[in-house]
């Protein structure tokens, strides 16, 4: 990052200040500078990473972008450049930080002024006194590099991938500090400052075993040997469950120095030791070791994570403070057991571990014994109380054999599962409780078992006696408890079931987070500014199941890429592979017979219910069978609202059960479902959408003539509630269906013409004119390449009036004059009034603004033919295009008065389309409206009426995503309130022109180039605004729209500049 001291001199701007600890920002002493939206502030981050450094324009424009570059990236990129070198100049003059260097840009600015720059420099001169011995300026060092870390770099910025990288290099560079800075306090003999700093990072990265190691000196050291031990057993197990490997030999010496007594004060603090990922292909998990085999409830617990347990685990105060109260309770001589229960991943084991942590400590001379009961294959019965009772021999040596020897005289309690009996005989089981309970007699003790369910029926009967035993002793047993459902059968009997029912053990429930938690959660991870979208598809698909939701954020990519614009799709598509496997695992086990229930009730989604599942089975009688035999598998329950509806537990399995099958089979299923919904809801619209999908997914089981209906009716129903891009999809499917379709070789069917109409009209609301595809099919069957058949004009002319105003709005006028021709021709040949309205509006239109007085002849009379058409046209032509014909007409009247000069006239018409688009428009009528309001009321140098149009425009332009308007209106907006004073809105305006261009919306683009110009001499940018306005200028000559800079326009006396030095 270091640039030449010749450059540090010429620019030499102290008072800047730029800070990506968290958010990019940048700051002018104690101002902070308005860097702008995302994309600015993305410039200046990709920029200050290679300080003082040419980065190549081409290089940015790919930074910045990535995939999806627009047609022409670099206005655009020129203009975020302009604007950071004028927000960052301010008042310097001629020192500017950021200038063009070929083939780039540089900026200049000292190192010291940047917070990442600082941190770098603080770490390498803290590495630098520990190799000179100075250890007290080496902590002062680290502890002010550390300081400054608020939050992760670049958070605002994650979807840029140079940042995110240089991101996740200072994350590891942050905790090599963190290292090194608990190594140097551990060698000044500060063990607690090492402690204290080491226990947060140990639990967000529990397999540093460099970390883990340096704690567990760092508490040996305060005397606290049974937590460093406890520790270790956690860290150890940990990383044998989840990466399959054995601690590095680094950590085992720690391990046996603390056994020896041999890590003392001076004793070096630890060498370096090997961190781990977790292995991500086979060859790597070969290298690392063999990792044991799990059975099907192998389900890792939350607890067990690689990302941070500490950010999901706040929503478990209340369960925390239970436990935490029982055990304290327990140990105080009222004993008794406590027992956690939840699904599995729910977060048990981190429950348990965090209420047990001997910085909190329950009892201060408590000892706690923590065991995991697996009875994999090849453990023998009664394995977990053989583990206890070598863990108290490891404690407490000769006393607690003595005490084992005596209370074994009579009863063999060491001889858990020899020969010849397979279980200890009452008396056996009774001694080795006694055994226990006279040692807690001297010592509180804490004894965890985890992982109960699958425990051997030796290991729950001694279990049960022992907890029998407890009352009135100084013992707490806690137990975690995996309910039924994911991974896991369920337990009906059994002497767990009895223990969990004995009114003595307090049970403590968790269940899953709710959506707020999980926002709370992806926050923690991901940091502010994730979208609700991605955290609502984390939450349906994972439950707000605690381990479903980190497989879910690491299999997206990591929470960095939760800022991805494309994040949610990602979330709701991605499969983890761990739990895949493990629900496969789990498919496995079930009767042929409940698997194609679960296979039904996925396909059905949202419409499993007794009755519709009974109908997919054709078995009438099925009745309630039905429901016991899915309810039985743990993967499904009953809907709250709907006891006869059924809901998968996690959305994930559900998305397993579909991807399992093959496409010819869920093809098959789909189709049964067509039938069963079409025969349940008939033509009801409000269930056109969910039979269109079934329909959809079963082209490969059902005649393309039988799914075409439901494709357009969906379409149809999603035009009827505004929801444009949804129509355009189903439009879409239908379209591609249709054109598979065998051809008769002649011109395309009504059908086909009515069908591309209503596509190309959606495609131009949601992504504009200059859609390609949509341009592709448009002009695949053109209106004029073959004579009309009868009732197929209107068709026609429809698809022509589209392919016009598509060459109106990107500029190609020779287009436009070939189209209205062709217009013109075809009312040759019908009388249709549509037909004649789609020519009269295209001629009014291509007269604007060079013949004013012609446009507004051709568009009254086009409003006149609008007035007079029967209803049912009139409904046909709106469903069709999406704008009432009347609407569509008097709109463009709005700008055609007021290029006439009738000034009055314009406004009372742009009122009284306010009032009637209100009560009877469409979406996209109500957006034009008041984008022709808010032009008209901008060219008449009114601010406040042009802000409240173009605001409420907005509104629902962005809410039925129409793109074409919403640029449109974006500029006006803009234009309002910077003449209001509002100091951002002059970046705002000049964005939203730069993508008007990118967008080819060269409609009255003149105008919107005038406006600019206008603000931009009004804020003092004389020169900026002198080489817009001759732009706005230029672009009206060279379309011969010379109207559109008349001197009747407010922007247009500022002609004289064009033509100043």
């Known amino acids: 990052m270091a640039y030449t001291a010749q450059e540090q001199q010429t620019a030499s701007l102290t008072d800047l200040s730029f800070e990506a600890f968290g958010v990019m920002t940048a700051r002018r002493g104690a101002e902070q500078v308005p860097l702008g939206p995302p994309r600015h502030r993305a410039v200046l981050g990709l ?27 670099q206005p655009p990129c020129r203009t975020y450049l302009s604007h950071l070198r004028r927000v960052l100049t301010g008042r310097h003059g001629p020192i500017a930080p950021l200038r063009y260097q070929a083939p780039g840009y540089v900026l200049t600015v000292e190192p010291g002024t940047f917070d990442l720059s600082r941190f770098e420099t603080l770490v390498s001169q803290g590495q630098r006194h520990v190799s000179d011995g100075r250890l007290q300026d080496a902590r002062d060092a680290f502890d002010n590099a550390l300081r400054l870390w608020r939050a992760d770099p670049f958070l605002d910025l994650a979807a840029y991938t140079p940042l995110a990288e240089e991101a996740a290099r200072l994350s590891l560079l942050r905790t090599t500090a963190v ?11 500060e063990a607690c400052d090492a402690v204290a700093l080491l226990r947060r990072e140990v639990s967000l990265q529990p397999i540093d075993e460099r970390l883990v190691g340096s704690l567990m000196t760092g508490l040996y050291r305060l005397g606290r040997q049974a937590e460093a031990l406890q520790l270790y057993d956690r860290t150890r197990a940990y990383l044998s469950e989840e990466l399959g490997v054995a601690p590095a030999r680094e950590l085992q010496r720690v391990h046996l120095a603390l056994l020896r007594h041999e890590l003392d004060d001076q004793t070096s603090a630890p060498a370096a030791v090997e961190v781990r990922v977790r292995p991500g292909t086979v060859a790597e998990r070969e290298a690392e070791g063999p990792a044991p085999a799990d059975g099907p409830e192998a389900v890792p617990e939350a607890g067990q994570r690689g990302t941070a347990p500490a950010a999901w685990f706040p ?7 239970a436990l935490r109260s029982s055990i304290t309770g327990a140990l105080r001589g009222s004993g008794h057991t406590t027992a956690v229960v939840g699904e599995a991943g729910v977060g048990k084991t981190e429950l348990v571990a965090r209420a047990t942590d001997q910085t909190q400590p329950p009892q201060p001379q408590a000892e706690v014994i923590r065991v995991n009961c697996r009875s994999d294959e090849g453990i023998p019965v009664g394995w977990v109380w ?32 020899e020969p010849p009996s397979d279980q200890m005989d009452f008396l056996a089981q009774d001694a080795l409780c006694e055994v226990i309970l006279q040692y807690a007699d001297g010592r509180p003790l804490l004894l965890v078992l985890e992982d109960s369910a ?53 049970v403590v429930h968790l269940d899953n987070l709710t959506e707020d938690y999980v926002r709370a959660a992806v926050t923690a991870q991901a940091g502010p500014g994730v979208e609700a979208s991605v955290v609502r598809a984390l939450y349906e698909r994972s439950a707000g199941n605690p381990y479903l939701l980190d497989q879910l954020i690491a299999d997206a990519g990591g929470a960095r890429r939760l800022h991805d614009p494309r994040a949610a799709d990602v979330v709701r598509a991605g499969i983890p592979t761990g739990v895949r496997s493990m629900l496969r695992r789990q498919f496995a086990g079930l009767p042929p017979r409940v698997l194609h229930l679960l296979q039904c009730c996925a396909v059905l989604g949202g419409e499993a219910t007794l009755a519709s599942l009974t109908a997919m089975l054709d078995d009438e009688g099925a009745g309630h069978d039905v429901l016991e035999e899915v309810l039985a598998t743990g993967l499904m329950h009953s809907d709250r609202d709907d006891p006869h509806r059924l809901v998968f537990r996690y959305g994930l399995i559900r998305d397993v059960l579909l991807a399992e099958l093959r496409r010819q089979e869920r093809a098959a299923l789909h189709a049964r479902a067509v039938g069963v919904l079409g025969a349940r809801h008939g033509d009801s619209p409000e269930a056109s959408e969910q039979i269109a999908e079934h329909a959809w997914q079963a082209v490969l089981a059902l005649p393309a003539e039988d799914v075409l209906p439901h494709l357009r009716r969906a379409g149809e129903q999603a035009v009827v509630e505004g929801d444009y891009r949804r129509a355009q999809t189903w439009f879409e499917h239908a379209h591609t269906l249709l054109c598979a379709l065998p051809r008769d070789g002649g011109a395309p069917s009504k059908q086909t013409l009515d069908l591309r109409s209503k596509l190309l009209y959606t495609a131009s609301i949601t992504r504009g004119y200059t859609n390609r595809e949509g341009e592709g099919r448009g002009r695949a069957h053109p209106g004029s390449c073959t004579p009309p058949r009868a009732g197929r004009t209107i068709e026609q002319g429809a698809l022509l009036l589209w392919q016009f105003v598509a060459e109106l709005v990107t500029a190609r006028h020779t287009e436009c004059a ?26 009014g239109l291509l007269q604007l603004p060079s013949d004013a007085a012609d446009a507004l002849t051709a568009l009254t009379e086009a409003v006149r033919i609008a007035e007079k058409l029967t209803p049912a046209q009139r409904e046909r032509m709106t469903r069709r295009a999406q704008q009432d014909p009347r609407f569509m007409a008097a709109n463009h009247r709005v700008l055609t008065l007021r290029l006439l000069g009738a000034t009055d006239e314009a406004r009372a018409l742009c009122e009284e389309l306010l009032v009637a688009t209100g009560l009877d428009g469409t979406p996209v009528d109500q957006a034009s409206a008041y984008y022709f309001h808010s032009l008209t009321a901008a060219l008449g140098e009114d601010p406040d009426g ?22 449109m209106l974006q500029v006006c907006r803009s234009w309002a309130l910077h003449q209001s004073g509002e100091a951002a809105a002059l970046d705002s305006l000049e964005s939203a022109v730069a993508e008007l261009r990118e967008r080819r919306l060269l409609i009255r683009l003149p105008l919107h180039l005038g406006l600019l110009a206008h603000a931009q001499h009004s804020s003092g940018a004389a020169e900026d605004a002198r080489r817009t306005l001759r732009s706005s200028t230029a672009e009206a000559r060279s379309r011969g729209e010379l109207a559109y800079v008349s001197r009747t326009l407010p922007f247009t006396r500022l002609c004289p500049l064009t033509s100043a030095s």
């Open 179 to 189: 290292a090194a800075q608990a190594d140097t306090l551990l060698t000044l003999g």
């Open 315 to 321: 929503c478990r105060g209340d369960a925390l403070d």
């Open 818 to 843: 070939r189209h209205a021709e062709q217009l013109r021709a075809l009312t040759e040949r019908s009388d249709a009034p549509e037909v004649r309205f789609y020519e009269r509006i295209a001629r």
């Open 386 to 417: 053989q583990q206890v009772l070598r863990r108290l021999d490891i404690l407490f040596g000769e006393s607690f054999d003595d005490l084992r020897k005596q209370r074994a005289e009579g009863h063999p309690v060491t001889t858990l599962s």
């Open 454 to 506: 699958p425990a051997d029926r030796l290991t729950l009967d001694v279990l049960g006696l022992f907890c029998s035993r407890t009352q009135g002793r100084p013992v707490s047993v806690v137990i975690t408890v995996r309910e039924p459902g994911l991974g896991a059968g369920p337990e009906t009997d059994g002497p767990l079931v009895d223990l969990l029912a004995d009114s003595r053990t307090k």
């Open 47 to 73: 920029l200050l990473i290679r300080l003082g450094q040419v980065v190549p324009a081409d290089q940015l424009i790919d930074e910045l972008w990535g995939d999806s570059l627009p047609r022409r990236p």
């Open 946 to 967: 042009a802000a409240a149009s173009s605001g409420r425009g907005l509104d629902i332009a962005r809410a039925h995503g129409l793109s074409h308007w919403t640029a």
